[in-house]
């Protein structure tokens, strides 16, 4: 009797058994389904926003403290207010931002370099202050200090220094992949512009060898190089394809080269040429901006219009340096917003007319080829003196913000629309 009790539970144990092995097989095989599915669907739905990093960069130059202290804090009330703007406008949402491919980083990066030549204006603040009425001096005091940063950084050492420190806080401060906006205040617009012309790879080698008087052998070899060899200035100084002479013009690395052993020299061409675009290519990854990294550059309260003048000279090497470095901001989907208080002494605007395209053209005096790309001029009017219009972007954040959002969609519908 027991035995048989213990057979009969054994039978239908294993008959109940037998009955889940489908219902277990389906649940499995639907399992793997999911987990075939999910990683597939999990890896498109997760990719996250690539950030576009701000970088504000410091104006008159001044190295105390409390200014130091101040720049920072002016920093960090404007860029949540400025992100949520940018953010929440719909053309730069599809424009700029890609339609959620980017975002704007949280994170601000202030740039200050003041403490390089703290000395010098020191000397030029007390001059600037003799003599004159309160509203006089403070005027002159902004203007001093400017024109002293611009002189300042004409001398090829000091740029170096600044640029040099702006590059390592773009490599440090920024994560792969790399993508900024640079925001260039006063004089801070000055190291903004000079970064850009020395940073950007928009230099074709072969073409600025052509411009630059390159011996027709070193030229057919660029040439013959494909891809083409792209690369910023910078680049170039530093693999020692050009160099400059003592009128501070950029020439050939090995011109006026002189030596006694005309076989030395043809050798020391031969190894020079063989080696030139390696060289070129190592220097572009060791201090160029990457391809497609600058998204925009904002300057503002900017008086760089002043030194327009020799920068879009087109018989010079610099003004063929300024045409080529704006046709390719234009050509690569790139903007820049000219913005200034219209009571600020030391903000110079710039116009490009109805027709922005005809405008730029007729100063460069070559054709442009904007392929989303655009720059423009924008005035701001705003309650402001003489005196507070300078400090007047960081002292009233908000309207800053919408009206850099303004100036975006209103250069964006003068270039294409």
């Not at 009330?77 to 704007?104: E, F, M, W």
């Not at 703290?118 to 002159?140: D, K, P």
């Amino acid at each position: 009797m027991g035995v048989s009790i213990v057979l009969m539970g054994y039978l239908k144990l294993k008959v109940k058994r037998r009955r889940q092995i489908p219902i277990i097989r389906w649940f499995v095989g639907f399992g793997l389904v999911i987990a075939a599915l999910f990683p597939l669907t999990h890896a498109e739905t997760s990719v996250l926003p690539r950030d576009i990093h701000f970088i504000y960069i410091h104006g008159t130059n001044h190295n105390t403290p409390q200014s130091h202290q101040d720049f920072n804090q002016a920093v960090k009330r404007l860029h949540p207010i400025l992100r949520a703007d940018l953010s929440q406008d719909p053309l730069v949402q599809a424009h700029l931002l890609k339609n959620g491919a980017y975002r704007i980083d949280t994170n601000p990066i202030a740039f200050f370099w003041g403490d390089q030549s703290r000395e010098e204006a020191n000397i030029v603040e007390t001059r600037a202050q003799l003599f004159h009425s309160m509203v006089a001096t403070r005027v002159r005091m902004a203007i001093a200090a400017t024109l002293h940063d611009a002189v300042w950084l004409e001398n090829d050492e000091n740029k170096y220094k600044v640029l040099s420190r702006l590059y390592s806080e773009f490599i440090s401060q920024t994560t792969v992949p790399r993508y900024i906006v640079l925001m260039g205040h006063s004089a801070g617009s000055m190291v903004t512009f000079e970064f850009v012309l020395d940073r950007l790879p928009y230099i074709n080698v072969a073409d600025f060898a052509s411009r630059i008087g390159v011996a027709p052998d070193i030229i057919a070899f660029l040439k013959s190089k494909n891809p083409p060899v792209q690369t910023c200035l910078e680049a170039l100084l530093k693999s020692d394809a050009v160099r400059f002479d003592r009128k501070g013009e950029l020439v050939p690395f090995l011109k006026d080269f002189q030596t006694a052993a005309t076989q030395e020299l043809t050798s020391l061409r031969a190894k020079h040429l063989n080696e030139l675009a390696d060289q070129i290519n190592e220097a572009d990854r060791e201090v160029c901006l990457p391809q497609g990294s600058l998204k925009g550059v904002v300057t503002f309260g900017s008086p760089i219009v002043l030194f327009f003048s020799t920068a879009l000279d087109p018989q010079s090497v610099r003004g063929y340096l300024t045409s080529n470095m704006l046709q390719y901001i234009l050509a690569h989907d790139m903007f820049w917003l000219h913005v200034n208080h219209v009571k600020d002494p030391i903000g110079i605007p710039f116009g490009t007319g109805e027709n922005p395209q005809q405008t730029l053209e007729g100063i460069l005096k070559a054709p442009v080829h904007p392929r989303g790309g655009f720059l423009i001029g924008y005035p701001v009017r705003g309650k402001a003196t003489v005196i507070s219009a300078h400090s007047w972007y960081w002292n009233h954040p908000k309207q800053f913000s919408q009206a850099i959002v303004k100036a975006y969609n209103t250069g964006y519908h003068d270039w294409y629309h």
